[in-house]
């Protein structure tokens, strides 16, 4: 009976540790994952970012928008927005003027059947800003701006440029967009995903900046 009561004792002393162990390593996750299966895209943020809503994105795109502005609007088949500050709209995302906090938005978009035959490299490069014509002076559209990285990108389902620059929106502060634009094999959509801020916010995050982009991933279509 005593050695029983014995080894009733250990037993629970083995369980409580265990039990203990486990829960220690039970904490909150370290990232966010986005994605959409259907589509097979994805990307990550730390823990701790705060969502945009898809739908303040399209309602904020949608005001003062032309016809061709709406029907390429239409044409979004998902986008999702993250920033490290609650204080990010989407006013703050879509704006020319960098938002304070570091964000990261991704969209998949299908393309009309003229874009899809006109789509290049230049073409996806060309996205937000006609950096073609900035790297050649052609345009003045910003201040200062600035080619700091560009390579290309090529996967089992698309292809495109993860391109690096800065510029000064008129009036406004410096900063710095990591930028893939990536068109599928089939070339009926572009799969786009951007990281920005301002050029010191940019600059102190870099690392944080790399490994959320190198997180996204386009497999394709199911």
Known sequence: MFKSRINHSLLLSI????LTVS???????SKIYAKNGQLGVFFTVPSG??????????????????????TKADLVLWQEA???????????????????????FARV???TLSESDAMSY????????????????????????????????????????????????KGGEDETVDQTALLSNDRR??????????????????SAVDEIVQSFTVKGRK
């Open 23 to 29: 829960l220690s390593g039970c904490g909150a996750p």
């Open 122 to 169: 230049n073409g996806l490069r060309n996205l937000i800003l006609p950096v073609t014509d900035l790297i050649s002076g052609e345009s003045t559209i910003v201040d200062d701006f600035q080619l700091l990285d560009e390579q290309e990108i090529i996967t089992d389902t698309a292809q495109g440029l993860r391109t690096v620059y800065s510029f000064s929106p």
């Open 82 to 104: 993250f920033s490290e500050s609650r204080k990010t709209s989407a006013k703050n995302l879509l704006q020319l003027e960098a938002p304070l906090a570091l964000t990261a």
């Open 109 to 111: 978009r299908a393309l």
């Open 189 to 206: 959509s572009i799969y786009f995903f951007l990281v920005r801020c301002t050029t010191e916010c940019f600059t102190e995050s870099e």
């Open 15 to 18: 369980l409580t540790v265990a």
């Open 49 to 70: 970012w705060y969502k945009i809503s898809a739908e303040d994105i399209r309602t904020y795109e949608l005001e003062g928008a032309d016809a061709a502005a709406k």
